[in-house]
């Protein structure tokens, strides 16, 4: 294998080179076995490629010092010409000095140079400027202008050059001496003013562009411009608004005088603002007016409504109009002119809003109550009505007549979102016409009427009126309507609520009225749930009353004493199963009108009523062993009615009832063993007893000496 410096690039490996060396010598692989393995042929072989490469080693050390000696010399030479090069730069940079040295100077005496020529110059050209201005003012003087700048039309710009400063000059002038002249000068200046409109004018309508441009340029400088401005304002809404919508158009005429004014006059943002305020105060004043002052004289709602839609489209349109540029307040000239508008209107708003609303609202009741045939009882204030009231509270004494209502509650639903409506459009126009400083205030008015209708005028009546119309606790065969009074009163309270915390919250958030509002929310949420609590109770109260009377009509001594021990059939008595079909409707009828923890503290209430109903009851009679058993039946049944309460409590007092009734029951040698039972043993001793003399055998069985 010839040795060369390219067995040796990189990635070398020395095993492996060992390797293919071995391999290519005759005798020195593993070809042909272990016979054919020659030592001495490899080791030979070895020691020649170790003195080739000994060889290889001298020659390339030979080429790496020649190479490293080239580097070197090339170096040397390399630094050379750099040093040449650096000392050339210096000379160069040493006459770029030299060179700006001399520019500087030769600038500086050409700059004063043209100041010197300049002060010539200047004062030539005002003589001169001055001698055509004399000429010019000659032939005023004389009466008669030659000048063809005054004779030819196509000159008038020139023309109104001289004349502008002819008029100038004028007004310096003593009126005595040249009273002829100046007014000579005044009337070809208002000549030419005049000519010059007009010619802008018939610019404009030929949509000359440049034209306008170059004559608003001339009158720039004339008294006249400003009514060339009004002209070019004029002329631009001349068929603009064709159609109903005056907003519209007024949108997009404005966006197409934008876009000129920037190509014909020096002061775009001046004419844009100038236009805009045109508008305003032209037409869109007189269209307001015209459309407010008519509803005005008709009707209030009609008016309301033209108001805040005329408001609102025109804040939608100073809106868009803020795109352009109308000079550096945009925004406080946009809300001045929408002031002088619509200021007089607003000033009166919120009394208007409010007396309308109070005649809207106090209609919308007196419709619903004609509709019930319904004339509005007056619900009494004062002394003796608060006595009554709070002695009606605390003893449910039904002081004063029964109100039979038929079922009618007197709460509508329907007459609810009415009210709810009317008011929230009323808010809504309040967020948008009232002054934010005035806004907390209007809004709590608004606020104060819809307590005063919904809450006190229809809520409160018609629980006032629920009140009247329950029934004494003694009445008979009577039906109770004041839960269906609390379930729409519920729902109707829950709508009120939704409307304060969604449109009038927003209102008064940030305002001193938010904690008044929260208080009078409070204080007619708190009168309302006093009256529910009374009419609740007294219905319960009312509810119990017709149990005792079933229980009084359908109850029988004979029913737990029966005269024939061995001949009764029945599961259980009668009373208990009209008590129990009259207590399942009940219970669903509360169930339905309340709500949340509301259904269980009524059903609690109710419960702990019907048991102490029951356990009063049962102890007016006396029972004998087949007695017991029946009663027992029906405290089973009465217990099945409490399950439905699923009042945990409810049921722990029927437990424990039907615990008592089995000791009416219970064998004589048992009784002690059973009112030490679970249910009983926590129970006074007397209550026990005074069960257990319940019983027939009582006496004869000597079941006193239990207890004693």
Known sequence: MATTADLFEEPFDADEYIE??????????????????????????????????????????????????????????????????????????QHFQELDEHISYVATKVCHLGDQLEGVNTPRQRAVE???????????????????????????????????????????????????????????????????????TSAQKKGEMSRMREVAAVLLHFKGYSHCVDVYIKQCQEGAFLRDDIFEDAAILCQRVNKQVGEIFSSPETVMARFIQNIFEIKLQTRIKECLEDSKRSEAEQYLKNLYDLYSRTTNLSSKLTEFNLGTDKQTFLSKLIKSIFITYLESYIEIETCYLKNRCGSVLHRYYDSKNHQKRPVGTGGIQDLKERIRQRTNLPLGPSIDTHGETFLSQEVVVNLLQETRQAFERCQRLSDPSDLPKNAFQIFSILVEYLCVEHIDYALEIGLSAIPSADSRNVNLYFFDVVQQANTIFHLFDKQFNDHLMPLISSSPKLAEC??????????????????????????????????????????FKPEDENNV?????????????YIRKQVEKIKNSMDGKNVDTVLTEFGVRFHRLIYEHLQQYSYSSMGGMLAICDVAEYRKCAKEFKIQLVLQLFDTLHALCNLLVVAPDNLKQVCSGEQLTNLDKNILHAFVQLRADYRSSRLGRHFS
């Open 569 to 581: 059939l029945i599961q259980y008595t009668s009373a208990c199963v009209k008590v129990c079909g």
């Open 518 to 559: 929260l208080q009078k929310k409070k204080e007619i949420i708190e009168q309302m749930e006093v009256k529910l609590d009374t009419g609740i109770d007294r219905t319960l109260n009312c509810m119990i009353g017709q149990m005792k009377q079933i229980l009084a009509a359908e109850q029988k001594k004979t029913d």
């Open 130 to 200: 001055a001698q055509k201005l004399m000429k010019y003012f000659n032939e005023f003087l004389d009466g008669e202008l030659k000048s063809d700048v005054f004779t030819n039309p196509e000159k008038i710009k020139e023309a109104a050059d001289i004349i502008q400063k002819l008029h100038l000059i004028a007004q310096e002038l003593p009126f005595d001496r040249f009273a002829e002249v100046k007014s000579k000068i005044a009337s070809k200046y208002h000549n030419l003013e005049c000519q010059l409109i007009q010619e802008f």
């Open 20 to 93: 293919r060396l071995a391999w290519r010598t005759p005798g020195g692989g593993s070809k042909g076995g272990a016979e054919a393995f020659d030592p001495r042929r490899l080791l030979e072989e070895f020691v020649l490629h170790i003195d080739e490469l000994k060889m290889l080693d001298d020659r390339i050390q030979k080429r790496v010092e020649k190479l490293e000696q080239q580097c070197q010399r090339e170096a040397k030479e390399f630094a050379k010409k750099v040093q040449d090069l650096q000392k050339s730069n210096q000379v160069a940079f």
